[in-house]
């Protein structure tokens, strides 16, 4: 079975610049998040996906951010303009059931670098 | 607000040896999950161990296991015999049994094992 996969793996980019991020759930999987992890702070929770309904994205930084996933399969997040702040890496992962602390597959992250 | 705290940001271990992370959150919820997970060089994050909050007795995963204090909300995990495939970083994490079932994590503690 197939993990949850993200790409690219990297991503350097200038200040400015518009970057996309994608990740492809483990498939069946209804809920889908976004966390971004800036250097040495903790890991943030971004937004909720179920299925193709956001369910919560309280912890999208601004409106530079967004987050889409069509069709309730894989997700996209782009940030435009992106700014150094931004820079971190974003975490995906997946889960079948909502709200029943069933652990969450994660993908190997997006490093993102804004320069 | 639901917070995580990891006070200790690094620590090290001979190998064979026993190693204690140590994790606190603040809820005013009575149900609840608490989780540890492993980020490995590789960075791709997976379960540890998992705890529901009404369960009294503490989760235990072959070599490892927790100390679930609730009344101190406290979560502590226990790695016995610890071999040097565990040097990653440990990220605590809560989730609630209800309301928008995001988790929060914690900063993280760097754990090395030393041959």
């Known amino acids: 079975e197939a993990g949850v996969t993200q790409f690219p793996s990297h991503s350097v980019i200038e200040k400015g610049q518009t970057v996309t991020l994608r990740c492809d759930p483990i498939s069946g999987h209804d809920n889908l998040y976004w966390y971004r992890r800036v250097m040495g702070k903790e890991i943030k929770f971004l937004l909720h996906f179920v299925k193709e309904s956001k369910q919560d994205e309280s912890g999208m930084p601004n409106n530079r951010f967004l987050a889409e996933r069509t069709g309730g399969t894989y997700s996209t997040l782009k940030v435009q303009p992106a700014e150094l702040e931004d820079s971190g890496v974003y975490f995906c992962?997946?889960?079948?059931?909502?709200?029943?602390?069933?652990?969450?597959?994660f993908g190997s992250g997006t490093q993102l670098s804004v320069l | 607000a639901q917070t995580v705290t990891q006070s200790q940001p690094e620590m090290s271990v001979q190998e064979a040896e026993t190693v204690t992370l140590s994790c606190t959150y603040d809820?005013?919820?009575?149900?609840?999950?608490l989780f540890w997970y492993k980020q490995p060089p590789s960075r791709q994050m997976i379960l540890v161990i998992r705890q529901e909050a009404y369960k009294q007795q503490n989760a235990t995963e072959n070599r490892f296991s927790v100390n679930f204090q609730k009344a101190a909300k406290s979560f502590s995990l226990k790695i016995s015999d610890s071999q040097l495939g565990d040097t990653a970083m440990y990220f605590c994490a809560f989730m609630n049994q209800r309301g928008t079932y995001k988790y929060i994590f914690g900063t993280g503690t760097r754990l090395k094992v030393l041959a």
């Open positions: 809820t005013s919820e009575n149900n609840y999950y």
């Open positions: 992962a997946s889960s079948t059931r909502t709200g029943t602390g069933e652990k969450l597959f």
